[in-house]
């Protein structure tokens, strides 16, 4: 599967964001999709995971109540919505893909998006 990430770009803070993320090829239904960022100088920070049919979803503590995740399957379509922008959310955005039943750690990942810069000015 090819991941495609869109919707990034330079906001202020308390702003919204809506990130997409199309996947091209066979089985968008078979993966579990997860939303990554990475800070400058720092390792890739887990987001959220969606289970393939979307109805779990897992978030981590640093966005859980500010950040939504969901999926399209009939559009193979991830989304990020991410409300309250805070100077410190600016990092590259990543959507990735995984056959696993579980997906905290970016290892548990195959296939991984192009990423998508969030800049976020106080």
């Known amino acids: 599967v090819q991941l495609q990430a869109s919707g990034g770009g330079s906001v202020q803070a308390g702003d919204s964001l809506r990130l997409s993320c199309a996947a091209s090829?066979?089985?968008?239904?078979?993966?579990?999709m997860g939303w990554f960022r990475q800070a400058p100088g720092k390792e890739r920070a887990f987001l959220a995971t969606?289970?393939?049919?979307?109805?779990?979803?897992y978030y981590s503590d640093s966005v859980k109540g500010r950040f939504t995740a969901s999926r399209d399957n009939g559009k193979s379509t991830v989304y990020l919505q991410m409300n309250s922008l805070k100077p410190e959310d600016t990092a590259v955005y990543y959507c990735?893909?995984?056959?696993?039943?579980?997906?905290?750690?970016?290892?548990?990942?195959?296939?991984w998006g192009q990423g998508t810069q969030v800049t976020v000015s106080s």
């Open positions: 990735a893909a995984t056959t696993s039943i579980v997906g905290t750690q970016a290892t548990q990942y195959t296939y």
């Open positions: 090829g066979h089985g968008f239904r078979g993966y579990r």
């Open positions: 969606l289970s393939r049919d979307g109805r779990g979803i």
